[in-house]
């Protein structure tokens, strides 16, 4: 249940993001604190699928969760990134240029490499509190979440015309 929670939540910041350049700025407002209630409600979720997953000790989670939080806090600016990014894809959908495209992808492949980079620092940071087949378990699980999301994102969002 909580896996779909995440998924639906996803797919609410997503196409609440498409919607939200033809909205008021007053209804941009609301949308964008629903989008943050979103984001914040996914990493909930996210937390404890991965406590559940990780099957830690109680020294383990100790040590751990506190760098997770971190993770979490620094992962929530790469989903902004993610929303400001469908946001400008959509305000770009209906006359999509060549520069803009460029522009897109340029950030989209930016994205992705820092998802990746933070990934990675956070893999080496738990491995100082935690033994590295956990890690490893770790890296399988936030792969397997994040797969979902991107998944449900991608059925959500029209190809470039």
Do not use: C, H
């Amino acid at each position: 249940m909580i896996k779909n929670k995440s998924l639906f939540a996803l797919a609410a910041v997503a196409a609440l993001a498409l919607i939200g350049p033809a909205q008021s700025a007053q209804a941009q407002t609301s949308l964008n604190d629903d989008t943050q209630l979103l984001i914040s409600q996914i990493q909930t979720d996210k937390r404890a699928v991965m406590l559940a997953g990780l099957d830690l000790t109680d020294d383990q989670v100790r040590g751990f969760t506190p760098i997770y939080d971190k993770y979490q806090t620094e992962r929530k600016a790469l989903y902004e990134r993610g929303v400001d990014l469908l946001n400008k894809y959509a305000a770009n959908y209906g006359s999509m240029t060549d520069d803009a495209a460029k522009g897109i992808m340029k950030d989209w492949f930016k994205l992705e490499d820092d998802k990746l980079s933070l990934l990675k620092d956070y893999a080496k940071k738990f491995g100082k509190v935690l033994p590295q087949t956990k890690v490893a378990r770790f890296v399988q699980i936030e792969n397997k979440l994040n797969t979902l999301m991107d998944m449900q994102a991608a059925r959500i969002v029209p190809l470039a015309k």
